[in-house]
């Protein structure tokens, strides 16, 4: 008897003791009815609210797809992959008008991730190109180009360039003095034509660095705009000029100038030249010159003491004749020396190159120059149905004065 009733009271504990357990489990589970807690994360979508986790107070979704818990306030997640290669926002640029209309060149685009500030860029140089089937060669040679050269070399110097335009239309709009403001477009339409979209686009695909060192060289000169407003001097040809294009008409100012040519003579024929020719031979006298420097390099890798020797006289020979023919085309009327000099460039280059080409192959004198010529007239040509390179005819530019 004493045996049943201690194990009825057994049975009545255990009893109890399931009855705890199992309401300690619904309390809990009451209390935690719609919360996740801990580091566990949640996600609410549709119209659901009010999901509290760790430290968060509040998150409300809506269509994102994602939410950082932990101690954060939320995330928001959107459908934006991030693939957009401009540089900043469309602000600076919302005085350019016009799409790209060409739904090659808009997948070729959407291809790169190219849009807003990029596509404006885009849409600046197609107009600047002029020519039969103008459309079929912007994007041949849009297409013939890597997706880096395109962004890095191309688009991204534009908007920059594009931007500083902009901020000098800006300024010149914002002039009340109108001589002053009338100056002032004269320089910005100047600035405008030294840049020459249409010649450097075109031989891109020979020279890969000449646009977007063309657009770095005068995006600067665009932001003068609001000193000139203060120091109209800075209107002035050589004002505007940076150290390093002075430093260069110095350096073609010693080649020329001498005990028979002044320096008064020498300063008149720039004075009488437009600033477009003046930044041109400019340019091509840093062309020889980097290239000179480009051979002398290449000729100090020579083992050979013969060969180095004379490829280092073959250098200099080079030299001599450009610099005695520099001096000869400023003896010359305005218009011989533009095209004298403009003419010139292809040459030396091309002499500079078989050089080059000799160090590098091992040809003899007169195969290297014979590759050099083919590849200076491969330069100088263009693919059929390509706009013509240049802006004009040397005696439409400017560059009509009187002989000396």
């Not at 996600?43 to 101690?71: C, P, R, S």
């Not at 294009?245 to 040519?261: G, L, P, S």
């Not at 720039?270 to 480009?294: H, R």
């Amino acid at each position: 008897m004493v045996k049943i009733k201690c194990f009825s009271l057994l049975l009545v504990l255990i009893f109890l003791l399931l009855l705890v357990i199992s309401c300690g489990s619904g309390s809990k589970a009451v209390t935690n009815t719609g919360k996740t807690t801990g580091t566990n994360t949640g996600i609410t979508t549709g119209t659901n609210t009010g999901i509290t986790t760790g430290t968060n107070t509040e998150i409300t979704t809506g269509t994102n797809t994602e939410i950082t818990t932990g101690t954060n306030t939320g995330t928001n997640t959107g459908t934006n992959t991030g693939t957009d290669v401009e540089v900043g926002d469309e602000e600076g640029l919302a005085y350019l008008e016009g799409k790209v209309t060409d739904p090659r060149v808009q997948a070729l685009l959407d291809k790169l991730g190219v849009s807003g500030a990029g596509r404006k860029a885009i849409v600046y140089i197609r107009d600047n190109l002029t020519g039969d089937d103008v459309d079929d060669f912007f994007y041949n040679r849009l297409n013939k180009l890597r997706a880096d050269i395109v962004i890095e070399k191309i688009i991204k110097p534009t908007v920059i360039l594009l931007r500083a335009r902009g901020e000098a239309l800006r300024v010149i709009e914002g002039t009340t003095d109108e001589d002053l403001k009338s100056k002032l477009r004269l320089v910005f339409h100047r600035y405008d034509s030294l840049v020459n979209i249409r010649e450097k686009f075109n031989i891109l695909l020979l020279e890969r660095d000449i646009f977007e060192k063309t657009v770095t060289r005068y995006a600067p000169k665009f932001r003068k705009f609001k000193e000139m407003v203060t120091n109209p001097r800075l209107m002035d040809m050589y004002a505007w000029l940076d150290a390093d294009e002075r430093a260069t008409i110095d350096e073609i100012e010693k080649v020329v100038v001498n005990f028979t040519y002044t320096k008064e003579k020498f300063d008149d024929i720039l004075d009488n030249l437009s600033s477009g020719y003046i930044v041109k031979i400019i340019e091509i006298y840093e062309d020889i010159k980097i290239k000179q420097e480009e051979v002398s390099k290449a000729i100090a890798t020579v083992s050979d003491d013969f060969l180095r020797q004379d490829l280092q006289a073959r250098l200099k020979r080079v030299k001599d004749e450009y610099n005695a023919d520099i001096r000869d085309a400023f003896d010359k009327p305005l218009v011989e020396l533009v095209r004298q000099i403009l003419n010139n460039r292809d040459v030396y280059l091309g002499r500079l190159n078989g050089i080059k080409a000799t160090v590098a192959v091992g040809k003899s004198e007169e195969e290297a120059d014979k590759a050099a010529a083919a590849a200076v007239k491969a330069e100088g040509s263009t693919e059929a149905g390509e706009p013509g390179e240049g802006s004009g005819t040397v005696e439409e530019s400017g560059a009509t004065g009187g002989g000396s």
